[in-house]
């Protein structure tokens, strides 16, 4: 996993252990984290990730 997304996840988790953070925040990280391949899940206060392949464009 690069760096950045791992830098992302934790201010992820940061953002969801404060309740007072917007949402936008959360779907800002959430779309670069997919830049990078990577897809979150969100479950309560944690948050769940795996790598997936990003296709190449056509």
């Given at each position: 996993m690069p760096d950045a997304?791992?830098?992302f996840?934790?201010?992820?988790?940061v953002?969801?252990?404060k309740t007072?953070?917007?949402?936008?925040?959360?779907?800002e990280l959430r779309a670069?984290?997919?830049r990078?391949?990577?897809v979150v899940r969100d479950e309560k206060r944690?948050?769940?990730w795996r790598t997936c392949r990003q296709?190449?464009?056509a």
């Open positions: 997304a791992n830098a996840l934790k201010a992820r988790q953002a969801l252990e007072g953070r917007s949402g936008d925040d959360m779907r670069e984290l997919a990078l391949g990577v944690r948050q769940y296709s190449d464009p």
